[in-house]
């Protein structure tokens, strides 16, 4: 059987997206799960390639050939010029060339000349000076797919964390939770976890605020009128589901152990364990898309960006897991 294609964006050009994506190419273990196909500028990799001493990329492609090919590649999109690119420097060249390669990328799985996505670091300062108006490549996915009910879960071998509220300020979040919005990720979570797994998931939930609100004595008794009915809700379709539990203990190694996922309020309350637990290993999915779609778990880097310092590991994460989901 042959292996699933992945479109592996290249991200932001002046990011460390180039030399991650060179060192995808060259992956041993990458080509026995799939064959991956970077969606960017040729161009750019190769002076890339040439900066940090990583090994150009062989097998070049253009769209008629997304059919045949069966070795790792680069499609070629003309995003960016060499002349408009400043390695480590944000503009409005390389937001428009990171929303070209994602653009295509989607369009392709969408149309199947590809099994799945896999996104490299974007850098939202960039987008929004390419007049970008969603916050995140997330919502550029739901958008482009007309997903109204979509979730970012990041996932590691330590720790798997869902998001009921992402991009937005700490002052939003609270009014942004329902019930139905919280039991919305908790399903997303728990078909996507099964899947994966091939076993009933066990998902725990955190409470909003500290100590899970200790009784109503912290909040607006968020826990008790939104959190909890979405729990119990969950519970009546046969979840295995625990919660709301105080966040500052819901990481704990027990409870990790027994945990196959962990239902988060907002960005930070899930990404700062992971990414202190797992940051190498750690991959972003989103939930609930027709598509598969994957990412790194981590940003741009610009103050590292073509150094040859950047590791390729959550990359390559992603993209074998893509292969995985998109079985």
Not at 39 to 68: F, I
Not at 140 to 147: D, V
Not at 182 to 209: D, F, M, W
Request: glycine residues 8%.
């Amino acid at each position: 059987m042959s292996h699933p294609k992945i479109a592996v964006t290249m991200g932001d050009p002046a990011g460390v997206g180039p030399e991650i994506c060179l060192e995808l190419l060259r992956n041993e273990r990458v080509s026995e799960h799939c064959v991956p196909i970077v969606y960017g500028d040729v161009e750019v990799l190769y002076k890339c390639a040439d900066v940090t001493g990583k090994p150009r990329p062989h097998q070049v492609l253009t769209p008629e050939d997304l059919s045949v090919v069966d070795i790792p590649s680069v499609l070629s999109l003309d995003g960016i010029g060499i002349e408009q690119l400043t390695p480590g420097t944000i503009s409005e060249a390389t937001g428009r060339a990171t929303y070209r390669y994602l653009e295509s990328a989607i369009s392709a799985c969408r149309r199947g000349e590809v099994d799945a996505v896999t996104t490299a670091p974007a850098n939202k300062s960039a987008l929004r000076q390419a007049g970008i108006s969603q916050p995140g490549q997330t919502e550029i996915f739901a958008e482009h797919t007309a997903t109204e009910n979509f979730c970012m879960m990041l996932t590691s071998d330590i720790l798997t964390c869902s998001f009921v509220t992402v991009h937005v300020g700490y002052h939003e979040v609270a009014g942004m939770l329902t019930p139905q919005r919280i039991l919305e990720v908790i399903e997303l979570t728990y078909q996507s976890i099964k899947h994966l797994r091939s076993r009933e998931p066990q998902l725990a939930v955190c409470g909003l605020n500290p100590h899970a609100g200790e009784g109503g004595l912290f909040g607006n008794h968020e826990e008790e009128l939104i959190i909890t009915p979405a729990i119990e809700r969950a519970r009546s379709l046969g979840r295995r589901i625990e919660g709301p539990l105080p966040p500052d203990t819901a990481f704990l190694p027990e409870r990790r152990a027994m945990t196959d996922a962990f239902i988060c309020m907002y960005h930070d309350q899930g990404h700062i364990p992971l990414k202190a637990l797992a940051f190498d290993r750690a991959v972003n999915c989103t939930l609930g898309l027709p598509i598969v779609r994957t990412s790194v778990d981590h940003g741009t880097a610009l103050d590292i960006a073509w150094q040859g310092k950047a590791g390729a590991e959550s990359l390559i994460e992603a993209v074998i897991l893509a292969a995985r989901m998109s079985s």
